[in-house]
Nanobody, 124 residues
Framework: QVQLVESGGGLVQAGGSLRLSCSASGRSLSGYAMWWFRQAPEKEREFVAAIRWSDGTTRYADSVKGRFTISTDGVKNTVYLQMNGLNPEDTAVYYC?????????????????WGQGTQVTVSS
């Protein structure tokens, strides 16, 4: 069993930055891919970024490419999402997730573990 706990959300002005953290505990994450999803009010949950724990390969949604960076810290067993150039359209609850590594290229993967979510609000 894996527990995922997000932190780092908050209120920021347009153009600002935030760094989200997802701390994992319970078991090793080797063999997993780690994801960030987000869900805005009255919208479906959408993919933001993913990273393979094994080799650090990353991919991003077009809407955040060039602005967001996903990374891992193996010592701290933590996944980060650095968000720069935020705009009001980025306002959402952001969720950390873990899937099998083989799901890395699937657009809607079956998620094994979800975090509880952290709110990000960007004011104009």
């Amino acid at each position: 069993q894996v527990q995922l706990v997000e932190s780092g959300g908050g209120l920021v002005q347009a153009g600002g930055s935030l760094r989200l953290s997802c701390s994992a505990s319970g078991r090793s994450l080797s063999g997993y891919a780690m994801w960030w999803f987000r869900q805005a009010p009255e919208k479906e949950r959408e993919f933001v970024a993913a990273i393979r724990w094994s080799d650090g390969t990353t991919r991003y949604a077009d809407s955040v490419k060039g602005r967001f960076t996903i990374s891992t810290d193996g010592v701290k067993n933590t996944v980060y999402l650095q968000m720069n150039g935020l705009n009001p359209e980025d306002t959402a609850v952001y969720y950390c997730a873990a899937t099998r590594d083989s799901y890395y290229y699937i657009s809607r993967p079956r998620v094994d573990y979800w975090g509880q979510g952290t709110q990000v609000t960007v004011s104009s």
